[in-house]
């Protein structure tokens, strides 16, 4: 397993210390599923809240996605719930006492999957609760008594409301990727839910940034909490390399093309901005030769899980995405970021190029810039306070027939008439609810209604050198700059 202390050395504080899962003392069936997972070292977010947390803090945590957060909370808080440890099969003798909260239902399976594997060991049971999905089953787990509970918080107020779940004997609150959940209006449903634990307990709030809001829900909610950054807020992974690439849209699907065959990257995430963007561009794709599967929140929980399992079994090499969909999400060894629509805001940026250069490893992120996105690029060198130099990129002929298929919309429609982007509170884990919701016209499209059929075997070569070997040839378009090799002119890291 690789040292990910000296991978992180550049956003290690000069007081953190490096210390080894071994000095840890963790309890034995902890320790055990630590060292199987291949775990030596802590990286900097673990060596520093692992001792707060055991100590029984609460805990301010600014650390980018792929940090190695997950056991940075869930550690500690197994290993002090071990006192309360047993094998009864009594639901009343595994009371809630760990509550984990996060904004989207791929991150709360994430999360409670990591959970899972730490105390595969111990007698202390792990569920997670989520919307899109049958209540029933998760009913049926919650009644059988939970120490530790994964929630996205709408359906956790589901089973609160059904009487499903008890936290008066709560001891420790994560909440997870705070600023999203404030970004998509959870606020008042944090609120309720607090409301209901013990006003005694532990409380860890995780955040990419800590704008004023985070700090006025931290004032409210903690208490006499250490702030722990480990990286500078909105700094982009330093493992990554970007590039941004002058390219107008008719000519990004080429672009795209280009850089996948002239890298030989085998898999990569798209980001649009748009679902309906989304779902039109992983077709386009698909009918290029490309196997791809599209990840938005207009798709089903069923769909959505199915096309991340795929592109994590290799069945697919893009993933197309949407900022709602791919938040957060952890896949290992994701070479390459598109950012086939720059984002609205450049804090999404941020979140995006995480995806690749995760714990240590190194990444590309590729940002299609057309003319009309000046504005948005602006946005993101004040955010990275780095002068950014848009590149040309040089096409060859024999990529495959990349025929006009209309405008991809890339949101910028609905963003302008709402004034907002197309992230919607309702997009996420929401179940049932009491109170009536807004509807809305859901933009579904069939195709992805279907279920999942890899186009070709997973072992197949990357589809987009068999695509690129195709006859076909499309006319380059007077947009594209003729054939030279220009050098990368944005190798610098931002972080
Ligand atoms: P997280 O930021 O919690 O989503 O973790 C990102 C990835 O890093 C996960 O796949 C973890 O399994 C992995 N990870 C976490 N801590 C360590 C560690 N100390 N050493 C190696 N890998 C780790």
């Known amino acids: 397993m690789t040292d990910l202390t000296s ?131 998760q009913t049926l787990e919650l009644k059988k008594g939970v120490e530790v509970l994964v929630a996205t918080p709408g359906r956790l107020l589901d089973h609160i409301e059904a009487k499903n779940c008890v936290l008066n004997q709560v001891e420790y609150v994560v909440l997870d990727e705070a600023d999203r959940m404030l970004d998509i209006g959870f606020l008042p449903d944090l609120q309720r839910i607090l409301s209901y634990l013990p006003k005694q307990r532990t409380t860890l709030l995780f955040s990419a940034t800590f704008s004023p809001e985070i700090k006025r829900l931290a004032s409210s909610y903690l208490q006499d909490p250490v702030t722990i950054e480990v990286a500078r807020s909105n700094a982009a992974a330093s493992t990554v390399e970007q590039h941004f690439y002058s390219v107008e849209g008719d000519d990004k699907r080429h672009a795209l093309h280009q850089v996948l065959k002239d890298r030989g990257l085998k898999q990569a995430f798209v980001f649009v901005n748009s679902k309906l963007g989304c779902a039109r561009l992983a077709r386009s794709l698909e009918h290029e030769g490309l196997k791809t599967t599209a990840l938005h929140g207009d798709k089903s929980q069923d769909e959505r899980l199915k096309a991340l399992d795929a592109f994590k079994s290799g069945e697919v090499d893009l993933l197309v995405c949407t900022d709602v969909a791919a938040r957060g999400l952890d896949i290992k060894d994701v070479p390459a970021v598109f950012n086939f629509d720059i984002p609205f805001h450049a804090e999404d940026y941020v979140h995006r190029i995480g995806r690749t250069g995760r714990a240590g490893a190194t990444g590309l992120a590729v940002t299609f810039v057309a003319k009309s996105d000046q504005r948005l690029v602006t946005d993101i060198e004040k955010l990275l306070k780095t002068k950014i130099e ?103 890291q931002v972080a």
């Open 7 to 137: 991978e992180f050395s550049a956003e290690l504080n000069s007081d953190t210390p490096i210390m080894a899962f071994a000095q840890l003392q963790l309890a034995a069936p902890l320790a055990r599923a630590v060292a199987e997972m291949g775990y030596e070292t802590m990286t900097p977010i673990q060596a520093q809240a692992i001792p707060v947390v055991l100590q029984g803090r609460d805990v301010m945590g600014a650390a980018q996605t792929g940090t190695g957060k997950t056991a940075a909370f869930a550690l500690p808080l197994m290993q002090r719930m071990l006192q309360h440890e047993n094998a009864s099969t009594s639901p009343a003798r595994h009371p809630v006492r760990a509550l984990v909260l996060l904004p989207t239902r791929e991150l709360a399976v994430q999360v409670a999957e990591q959970v899972e594997l730490y105390g595969k060991y111990t007698n202390l049971r792990s569920a997670v609760v989520f919307g899109g999905m049958d209540m029933k089953p």
């Open 390 to 492: 848009l590149e040309a990129l040089q096409f060859e002929e024999n990529l495959p027939d990349i025929r006009k298929q209309g405008h991809i919309n890339d949101g910028r429609r609905l963003y302008r008439e709402d004034g907002s982007d197309q992230r919607r509170p309702e997009d996420f884990a929401r179940g049932p609810r009491s109170e009536p919701r807004r509807s809305r016209p859901v933009q579904q499209d069939p195709f992805f209604e279907k279920p999942y059929e890899p186009s070709l075997p997973p072992e197949a070569a990357p589809a987009w050198e068999a695509a690129a070997g195709r006859p076909g040839v499309r006319t380059i378009s007077s947009n594209i700059k003729t054939k030279r090799k220009v050098p990368a002119l944005f190798q610098a």
